[in-house]
């Protein structure tokens, strides 16, 4: 794999893809240290193989048994009562409710 400063791939864009299609993967360093490697569409291909895309992925996921939810039959003020007794019997307790300033 030939290595490639980022000046002279850039200044060399044809020579670089030319090279790519006939003898493989190009590396380009920016900055003194391995940047990208310019791959050909085959070679790409080859190493992502047939992937699927994210929305077949998740239909093919296996499908568990159906979800059963139960509802209480207690009204939602009276979830409401029950904390403020909580509150009114603990309010003085620093630890739970500290004081705002």
Do not use: C
Not at 24 to 45: C, N
Not at 65 to 72: D, N
Request: glycine residues 6%; neutral net charge.
């Amino acid at each position: 794999m030939r290595r490639w400063q980022l000046r002279e791939a850039k200044s060399r864009f044809s020579e670089v893809i030319d090279l790519t299609l006939t003898e493989g993967p190009q590396l380009v360093t920016l900055r003194g240290s391995d940047a990208v490697i310019i791959l050909s569409v085959e070679d790409y291909r080859r190493l992502v193989g047939d992937a699927p895309n994210l929305i077949d992925h998740l239909l093919s996921a296996p499908r568990g048994e159906a979800l059963t939810i139960t509802r209480s039959k207690e009204p939602i003020n009276a979830g409401l009562a029950t904390l403020r007794g909580y509150y009114e019997e603990h309010k003085a307790d620093e630890r739970l409710f500290p004081k705002q300033e």
